[in-house]
């Protein structure tokens, strides 16, 4: 058995942005990064010693304009396959991004602003529909896509045999990564319970590394106190608002 290895490959930035290359008996792409990115992932692959030729599949982690992107570029640049859930399939087909966007905070208000967020990427179709948890087996790295709902209601994560979580938009790096270390929501979450319940699933199941879509590698026992944290502040929140729902 051949161990996984996880590599990022940035994207935007030293890690404000990031693209994750597997490497197993063959390598296998997690994420592709913004529109007109392609050629620079390409070239991230074979700069890390790996003929983009080879690459067994693409995996998107979620319909977001920062991880789809380039996907339809990367896929003519390699010709290698593309993985995406089926509950996201509407911004891959179409090349927008399912609006409105929902802030987690000041970061994600402001952020909503940028017209970038806002473009229209290229049009693709995943060859490789997930709908549940999807072994990698075959494309050559021992390790499994997992459906982690929240984020997007497509939104998945990858676990490596080694116990890496390539984990998306799950969780980020704090200010979009310009904190190491410190873990945090990223700027958008369609339902920030449901994708609580995701982290806190795959937690379960303890990785020994957290690698984010939006900065450096986050420990799994930080992650989980943040979590034990969220999961107060939103409770906080709904009882808010069932008040506030009693008084009207």
Request: glycine share 12%; proline share 9%.
């Amino acid at each position: 058995m051949s161990r996984t290895k996880v590599v990022p490959i940035p994207v935007m930035g030293r890690h404000n942005i990031n693209a994750y290359l597997l490497l197993g008996r063959r390598p296998v792409l997690v994420d592709a990064g913004t529109p007109g990115s392609g050629r620079k992932i390409h070239d991230g692959l074979a700069a890390r010693g790996v003929d983009p030729a080879d690459l067994a599949l693409i995996v998107i982690t979620h319909g977001h304009i920062d991880h789809f992107g380039s996907a339809a570029e990367l896929q003519r640049l390699t010709g290698a396959p593309l993985a995406g859930h089926v509950a996201d399939l509407g911004p891959y087909r179409s090349g927008r991004v399912r609006e409105p966007y929902r802030p987690t905070g000041p970061m994600g208000r402001l952020m909503a602003r940028n017209r970038k967020l806002h473009v229209r990427a290229e049009p693709f179709e995943p060859e490789v529909l997930v709908r549940g948890v999807t072994s990698l087996e075959e494309f050559g790295v021992e390790a499994r896509i997992m459906p982690t709902p929240g984020h997007t209601a497509g939104s998945v994560s990858v676990l490596t045999d080694s116990g890496d979580l390539v984990a998306g938009d799950l969780i980020a790096g704090s200010f979009m990564g310009l904190i190491p270390g410190r873990p945090a929501n990223p700027p958008f979450h369609d339902d920030p319970r449901q994708n609580l319940a995701s982290l806190r699933s795959m937690l379960d199941l303890d990785p020994a590394l957290l690698h984010v879509g939006h900065g450096t590698p986050l420990d799994p026992v930080r992650v989980r106190r943040w979590a034990e944290r969220e999961h107060r502040r939103l409770a906080r929140r709904g009882a808010g608002a069932g008040a506030g729902r009693a008084e009207e």
